[in-house]
Nanobody, 130 residues
Framework: QLKLVQSGGGSVAAGGSLTLSCTAS????????MAWFRKAPGKPREGVAS???????AYVSAVKGRFTIAQDNTKAQLFLHMNNLKPEDTAMYYC????????????????????????WGPGTQVTVGS
């Protein structure tokens, strides 16, 4: 079973920066993709960014140019560097991973609230003050 452990997050003023981390352990698939999702109160879960097994990266338009998704060399650690944070970025952020059944599996999931993703971290809160 694949386990995802998250760290980072917290509270920051608008315009500030935060970094989220996620470590995968256990049964890691030979080919897998990872992504970040977020959920604000009263809103559906939404995709943020994804990275495919071959390193292809996708962002949703709301965070493009402000957030950067990255992995370490082992691909077991996933990061989300968030700059120029806005109050509307306030949400619980979730790390996610899935066996990459096709090349854009996780990037496609960004637009579908992540329902095709099987493995999830516990979430970490990001709060951006105005």
């Amino acid at each position: 079973q694949l386990k995802l452990v998250q760290s980072g997050g917290g509270s920051v003023a608008a315009g500030g920066s935060l970094t989220l981390s996620c470590t995968a352990s256990g049964h890691i698939f030979k080919r897998y993709c990872m992504a970040w999702f977020r959920k604000a109160p009263g809103k559906p879960r939404e995709g943020v960014a994804s990275v495919g097994n071959d390193g292809d990266i996708a962002y949703v338009s709301a965070v493009k140019g402000r957030f950067t998704i990255a992995q370490d060399n082992t691909k077991a650690q996933l990061f989300l560097h968030m700059n120029n944070l806005k109050p509307e970025d306030t949400a619980m952020y979730y790390c996610a991973a899935h066996r990459e059944l096709w090349s854009d599996y996780c990037s496609s999931a960004l637009a579908s609230e992540g329902y095709a993703i099987a493995n999830w971290g516990p979430g970490t809160q990001v709060t951006v003050g105005s």
